[in-house]
């Protein structure tokens, strides 16, 4: 009899559960996490079109005039073509589940055979407001939204950039990275020619031959 009575209890605390849980909703939470197969939840930030700003297409012949204190002489960095590739970002939410936000990006490599040198041109999402352009010549970084390339009102904005009886128009001078107040090295950039100069310390330039 005593069997029988704790059999029914434990049916009986059973089926309460069950109720409970279902009613309730008490059983154990799901995350965002449970509807990837990977259990990581992604989120992607494709280029735009904004991307119509950069004039090159990755295997482009780009010469310059080189002016340094003991030589005038050209100059001439040809592309290697562009490689895609993405940027991760991973955080984790409250629950622990992980959050990867990835970014589209691409670089091109501008090399020169005859001295070795190299420009490099990288572009990449920055989350959802649009993209920017990175470039690294002779250990400096220059770094720029692409909205502000395009935005005539930005405090610094060249109208018209003459240099060597050339003209370039809307043309933004950026200072190295975390060198913000530095114009003594400088390079000279607009969406319609690119990359136009490269000014260092008065000593050291290479300008764009239309």
Same mark, same amino acid.
């Given at each position: 009899?005593?069997?029988?009575?704790?059999?029914?209890k434990l049916l009986t605390v059973?089926i309460?559960?069950v109720l409970?849980?279902?009613f309730?909703?008490?059983?154990?939470e799901?995350?965002e996490c449970?509807?990837?197969p990977d259990?990581v939840?992604?989120?992607?930030?494709?280029?735009e079109?904004?991307?119509?700003?950069?004039?090159?297409?990755?295997?482009?012949?780009?010469?310059f005039l080189?002016?340094?204190?003991?030589?005038?002489d050209?100059?001439?960095?040809i592309?290697?073509g562009?490689?895609?590739?993405?940027?991760?970002?991973?955080?984790?939410?409250f629950?622990g589940?992980?959050?990867?936000?990835?970014?589209?990006?691409y670089?091109?490599?501008?090399?020169?055979k005859v001295?070795?040198?190299? @420009?490099?041109?990288?572009?990449?999402?920055?989350g959802?407001g649009?993209?920017?352009?990175?470039?690294f010549y002779?250990?400096?970084?220059f770094?720029e939204?692409?909205?502000?390339i395009?935005y005539?009102?930005?405090?610094?904005?060249i109208?018209e950039?003459?240099?060597l009886g050339?003209?370039?128009?809307?043309?933004h001078?950026?200072p190295?990275?975390n060198?913000?107040n530095?114009?003594?090295d400088?390079m000279?950039y607009?969406?319609f020619?690119?990359? @136009?100069?490269?000014?260092?310390?008065?000593?050291y330039s @290479?300008?764009l031959l239309k």
């Amino acid at each position: 009899m005593k069997t029988k009575l704790k059999i029914l209890k434990l049916l009986t605390v059973s089926i309460a559960v069950v109720l409970i849980i279902f009613f309730c909703n008490c059983g154990p939470e799901t995350t965002e996490c449970d509807n990837w197969p990977d259990g990581v939840v992604k989120t992607y930030y494709h280029f735009e079109e904004d991307t119509l700003k950069i004039p090159y297409h990755g295997f482009d012949t780009l010469k310059f005039l080189r002016i340094t204190q003991s030589d005038t002489d050209t100059v001439t960095f040809i592309g290697q073509g562009k490689k895609y590739y993405e940027i991760i970002e991973t955080d984790y939410d409250f629950y622990g589940c992980q959050h990867d936000d990835i970014y589209d990006a691409y670089s091109i490599e501008f090399k020169d055979k005859v001295n070795s040198e190299i @420009i490099c041109f990288k572009l990449f999402v920055e989350g959802e407001g649009g993209s920017e352009l990175e470039v690294f010549y002779k250990n400096k970084r220059f770094l720029e939204s692409l909205f502000f390339i395009d935005y005539s009102s930005m405090s610094g904005f060249i109208t018209e950039f003459r240099i060597l009886g050339m003209r370039f128009y809307r043309v933004h001078p950026l200072p190295p990275v975390n060198e913000w107040n530095n114009y003594k090295d400088t390079m000279y950039y607009n969406k319609f020619n690119g990359m @136009i100069r490269f000014a260092y310390d008065s000593t050291y330039s @290479i300008t764009l031959l239309k």
